[in-house]
Structure formats: C-alpha cells, structure tokens
C-alpha cells in the first residue's frame, strides 16, 4: 500500500504528502470534505483540461473525432486504470476519485469524459473485482497502462432497459464456450480491445440463465459495426457488435453460470455514478459558458448578469449543478443500488435543463456551432438516456424507499 500511494502521489506532484490507510478503501460515511488526494486528482485534470481539451473540445465535436491523443495521455496521467493496484498497473484511488476525474474531464470534453467512465467503471474495475489472477494478468494489465480500452456490451436491439430478456447465447463445448448473437450500442467498440459480454446460457431461466464473459474483440467471428450517428458526445462512438460463433475458453467466464444478471447490475450501480459525475461535468461546462457570456454581453444599458431573469437563471443553474454534485459525491462514497440511482436520475435531468438555461442566456448564439453552448446542450440530454434510462432511475428509487420501509 505504501509504495502505490508513494506513486500515485507522485503522479499527481504529491510526494512528500503523508498517507493514512483511510485514503484509499471505500468510505462508509460521507463528507463533502475531499481529501488532499481527490483534490490532488481535481487539481491534475483541471491542468489536462486547461493544456489538453478545453480548446480541442468543440472541434473534436464538429469532426466526430475519436479523442486518442488525450486517451494516451490520460494512460500516462494513470487515469485509464485508476482504481485497481500498482500491481495491474493502476492509481489505487478511490471511486470518489475517479468520479472527480470524470467530472473534470466531461467540463472539458464530455466526450472523453464518457470514454474514461465507461472504460474504468464498466470494464477496469469489473475486471479488477471480479476477474481471476489469470483474468487481470490478460484483461486488466494493458487496459490500465497499455493504452487499450475496455467496453461493456450488455444492451442488444430487444434489449435496453429489459436486460433480462438478452437473446446472446453462451454454449458450453468442453473446456470451451461458443458464443452468438448481437450487442447494439456499445461505447468505444470500434477503438476497443476487449469486452465485457454478457449472454445467457439457458433463456428459459430469465436473469439466472445469464453469464458473464471476458471477450478479446479481434477474436474470430468478432464483427463491429460502424459508429453510431449520435446526437451528442459525437467525438465518443458506440457500435452494433455481432458475435458468430466465437469461441473462447471456459477461464474468460467472468463468477459462475447464472450470476451474470447479478454482475451486471451491481456494475450499473457503479456506471451510474459514472454517468452521474459526466452529467455534473456537463452541468458546470454551461455554467462556465453562461456565467462567462452574462458578465459580458451587454443588453440595455447593463451586462446580462444584472438583469433579473438572467441572474435567477444563473442561480438555478448553480443551485441544480451543486444538488446533482453532492448526490454523486454521496454515491461513490456509500455505493448502493438507490444512492447511484438517485444520483443519475438527479444529474441527467439537471444537466438537460442547466445546458437549456445555457443555450438561452445565449441567446442567438446559443443555437451557433461557434459556441460550446450548443454542444453542451447535445452532450447534456444523453445522460437521462445510457447507463439506464432515467424513467427507471425513479422506479429503482421508489423500490428502495418502499423496501427501506417494509412497505412493498
Ligand atoms: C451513446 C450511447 C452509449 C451507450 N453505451 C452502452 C454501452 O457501452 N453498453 C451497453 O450495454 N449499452 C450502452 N448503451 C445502451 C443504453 O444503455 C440503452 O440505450 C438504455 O439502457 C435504454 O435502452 P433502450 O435504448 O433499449 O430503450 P428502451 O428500453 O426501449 O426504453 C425506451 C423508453 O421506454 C421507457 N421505458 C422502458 N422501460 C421502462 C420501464 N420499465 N419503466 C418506465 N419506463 C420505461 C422509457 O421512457 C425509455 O426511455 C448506450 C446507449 C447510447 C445512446
């Protein structure tokens, strides 16, 4: 442990800062406190930001560019792996951490932010939990500092928010299994290097039929899609992914037969905080571009702030950047089902009316590709949509509360 911290410190120009063994496990209480290492991470990617994204972010947008240059240099930062060890290669930081980061990178560029969270909450730290020595030593290590990325392929075309009703299919043959089917949506599949699959083994048993695999993506009968025309984070991708018969060992099984379904949805838990600290991200970008634009534009005789409609603007937005904020910085301490729920469902929808402040506060200019208003506006409404739509957010919430009270 001391010799991780010494280089994680290190990476974030910290090195004569003491540790105590509470920086790095997963706290059970909340403070809206960051420790000197979170701020350290904020403070790392606010400088990326500043040399790196800010100013490619827009026309990475317009180009529909995949950001490759900045996700080299976030595996240099340490970024791509940031939870597992030293060991496989990572930043032994917290999710608390890694959710800042996300926050950070999605204010710069929502797109690479996206990329970072997927990558480490969907795939690294799946692997990094649940894989076997075996499993780290080939799916994790080069995905930490190698520079290759890790996907999650859940979602098909009849499945997005019923996973249950998944129709890949998982045949055991000897010590091997024969995989088919396909997977729709899956972020960064076209530059990916692995995936997470998940497929069932025996549909008549719904969600215990289901199983969890390990998939290199330039295995035999591996086939990607092309990119998605996407409304927003168009510099991210996501693919259709065919599976023909591909067939892998019986070691990429990820836990046992029947505990997919299980795997999947405590990964969405963390995903969700993911998508909920991209959201915030997203949130204080319009913040910034608004507050920015309202000190000075001058309309009748005064800058935009002093106009009563446009400060009241001003203040919502902050006031739902900071509630959207607190929540995902509650559920990546106290990870549960309703914590990362709530936070998603709080986040995208704040995030989506931020970003419509900011377009408006704008005005004219708010709807011109030479403002990052706009794009704000396009990264932001994707956020009540992957990671789990935001109508099931609520469902999730509302089931939570009434089991909390013996009331189901
Ligand atoms: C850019 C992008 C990236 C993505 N990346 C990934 C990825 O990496 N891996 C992956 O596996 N998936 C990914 N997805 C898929 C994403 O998670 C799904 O799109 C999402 O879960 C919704 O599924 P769906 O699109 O099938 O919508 P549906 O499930 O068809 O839902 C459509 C609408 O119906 C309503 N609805 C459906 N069910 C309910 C319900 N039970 N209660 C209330 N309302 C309901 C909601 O209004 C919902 O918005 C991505 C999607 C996008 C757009």
Redesign the pocket.
Known sequence: MATSAFRSTSKLGLSSLKWSNTLFPQSRTFSVQLTETQYAVKDMVQRFNEEHLKQKAGKLDLAGRFPFEQIKKLTNLGLMGATPSEEYGGMNLDYLSLTVAIEELSRGCASTGMILS?HNF?YVNLVNELGTPEQKEQFLRCYTTGGKIG?????EPD????VANIKTTAIRDGNHWILNGK??????GIEGSATVVFATCDSSLRHKGIACFLVPLDAEGVFRGKK?P?MG?RA?T?CDLTLEEVRIPNSYLVGEVGEGFRIAMSQLDQGRIGIAAHAVGIAQAALDTAMDYAKERVAFGKCLTRLPSVKDRLTEMCIMVETARLLTYRAATQVCTKNSAMAKYVAGRNATAVADHCVQILGGRGLSTDYPAERHYRDAR?TQ????????QK?LVGHYLLKENNAL
Do not use: H, M, Q
């Open positions: 997927i969907l996907c999650f392929a859940l979602s499945a997005g928010s019923d997977k729709s949506w899956v972020s960064s998605e996407l984070v991210a996501a994707g949509i992957y990671g789990g739509v935001t109508d099931i469902r």
